[in-house]
């Protein structure tokens, strides 16, 4: 799967491959994965969502930008999404990622954006979360975090990563604050080195368990956000037994993916989670999303020849 992975992703890059599927648009396949280029996309398919019983993490996409103007761009579109989302039956979550909204520029430009992103969200009757990205982002993510909840922005919440060495010291920190901040878990997608993150998937996911674990005893309202059915299970049959109550953990899952898995948590009563995205910069996400996967190829492939 990693030769299969790299090689699709090295691909993907290629500049004449990348034009064409820009050409083609959504219709080449990614409209399994991506709302649409429009915001109203996004909106339209929350409402379809909150329907089969589900609620969206609406997520403009886009990330590293380089230049003050279009950090500012990103974040006036990401205060938009978060106006029109307050039309959508709740529960609203929204993803923003920190370098989408200026973290590789400047860390007190990213905050001073994202104040502005919790004020708007408050008023829109939307949960706020910051997407935690590569390692070097950790520290200024979680600086950020805790400056808005000392402001009062305790709607603003954040990721972390089971495969990261720092991740259990990151939340014995988070945990000891009043209130305990809303918590992603993921396992993390960044490329990292040996040195500050698990290699192995196995420690990766013994990792995600121990710390899904700690989080249900530590107060918090709890995402468990993977496709991970053995995990799920974990995380369920532990709730049970601790007499956690079932509103403090939802389960996330990305849009297109395990349709099935996310209809059978909606059948037994749990809290579920859409990570939607949106977008016209569509082509990354999208070929992430193939490089999972040979199936997920496979349909691309059998939408070209119809």
Do not use: C
């Amino acid at each position: 799967m990693s030769i299969y992975r790299n090689t699709l992703l090295g691909i993907a890059g290629w500049g004449p491959l990348e034009r064409f599927a820009r050409r083609r648009g959504l219709s080449l396949g990614a409209n399994r994965f991506v709302a649409g280029e429009q915001l109203q996309d996004g909106i339209r398919v929350a409402r379809e969502l909150h329907a089969q019983g589900k609620h969206a993490v609406l997520d403009l996409l886009g990330e590293f930008v380089t230049r003050q103007e279009d950090a500012q761009t990103m974040a006036d579109g990401v205060a938009s999404a978060l106006r029109a989302f307050a039309d959508v039956p709740g529960p609203r979550r929204l993803s923003v990622k920190p370098t989408q909204i200026g973290l590789g520029i400047d860390e007190n430009l990213t905050l001073n954006h994202m104040r502005r992103l919790a004020e708007v969200a408050r008023e829109a009757g939307v949960h706020l979360a910051m997407d935690m990205e590569d390692h070097p982002r950790v520290d200024a993510t979680l600086r950020m975090l805790t400056a808005l909840h000392d402001e009062g922005h305790t709607h603003v919440s954040t990721v972390l990563q089971s495969y990261l060495y720092r991740t259990p010291s990151d939340l014995d920190r988070l945990l000891e604050r009043n209130p305990v901040p809303e918590l992603r878990l993921v396992k993390g997608a960044y490329k990292e080195p040996a040195d500050v993150a698990y290699p192995k998937k196995n420690d990766v996911d013994r990792a995600y368990v121990e710390l899904a674990d700690r989080m249900l005893v530590g107060g918090g309202l709890v995402h468990i956000a993977t496709h991970d059915e053995g995990i799920i299970r974990h995380v369920q049959q532990q709730r049970d037994k601790l007499g956690v109550p079932k509103e403090r953990v939802t389960f996330q899952l990305l849009y297109g993916v395990k349709p099935n898995l996310q209809k059978s948590l909606v059948d037994a009563g749990e809290s579920v989670g859409i990570y939607l995205p949106f977008g016209a910069d569509w082509y990354g996400y999208f070929t992430r999303r193939l490089a999972e996967r040979p199936a997920n190829l496979g349909f691309v492939l059998r939408g070209l020849v119809g």
